[in-house]
């Protein structure tokens, strides 16, 4: 169980974090008050970050149950990683909720945002360890695998929970998930700002 938590941590926020966040800005889109906040002086960029900041925080709900449930069933001495798992919970949560949000600024219909964020969990999931080793993937996708959100929240989970590893021995996967925070965050902001400009 203990090699198998940080695989079902890494599933729970990318599932929940795409799911959540991308069905949570389509229904956003489609409420009657989004005319009254589109007509109000409040920046765009607060309302991006309100929405983030509110699936971020459910998802991390999500994560400290699963953690409790994990500490109370199996009475496995994590307590004294909380803190920094409690970091990278964080950080790869924003990742995948501004991937969510990217799809949910992207798309104009319910069925659209629910079968566009579970087939890119399966294919993230596809191309990981949670289906077959990475090593028996074709070196044709090793760039895919190598930046893999899944693989890289997977391997630092992995490095935190079960081998105790400072954040220095794992600078290079964080400076990778850091990174693609900033692209798929970029790409949200800039799918939200077209949005409202074709309102």
């Known amino acids: 169980w203990n090699y198998l938590f940080p695989t079902l941590l890494a599933l729970t926020i990318s599932f929940s974090g795409v799911v959540l966040s991308s069905t949570f800005v389509l229904k956003e889109k489609k409420s009657r008050a989004y005319f009254r906040n589109f007509v109000t002086p409040t920046n765009d960029f607060t309302f991006f970050v309100g929405n983030s900041i509110f699936c971020l925080v459910i998802v991390f709900i999500q994560a400290a149950l699963l953690f409790a449930g994990t500490i109370w069933l199996t009475q496995s001495n994590i307590g004294d990683v909380l803190f920094p798992a ?96 900033l692209i798929f965050g970029a790409f949200a902001f800039a799918a939200n700002e077209w949005n409202r400009r074709s309102f």
């Not at 087939?119 to 999931?125: A, G, K, Q």
């Not at 090593?135 to 695998?145: G, P, R, Y």
């Not at 929240?153 to 693609?180: A, N, P, R």
């Open 86 to 181: 409690a970091v990278l919970v964080s950080v790869s949560s924003l990742l995948f909720v501004f991937l969510g949000s990217f799809i949910g600024f992207s798309s104009k219909s319910e069925e659209t945002v629910i079968l566009t964020s579970v087939s890119l969990v399966f294919l993230i999931m596809f191309f990981s360890n949670t289906i077959l080793p990475v090593e028996t993937i074709s070196d044709k996708f090793d760039n895919v695998v190598r930046f893999n959100p899944l693989v890289i929240t997977d391997t630092l989970f992995k490095q935190v929970l079960l081998f105790k590893s400072d954040f220095f021995s794992m600078l290079d996967e964080i400076y990778v998930l850091v990174g693609e925070i």
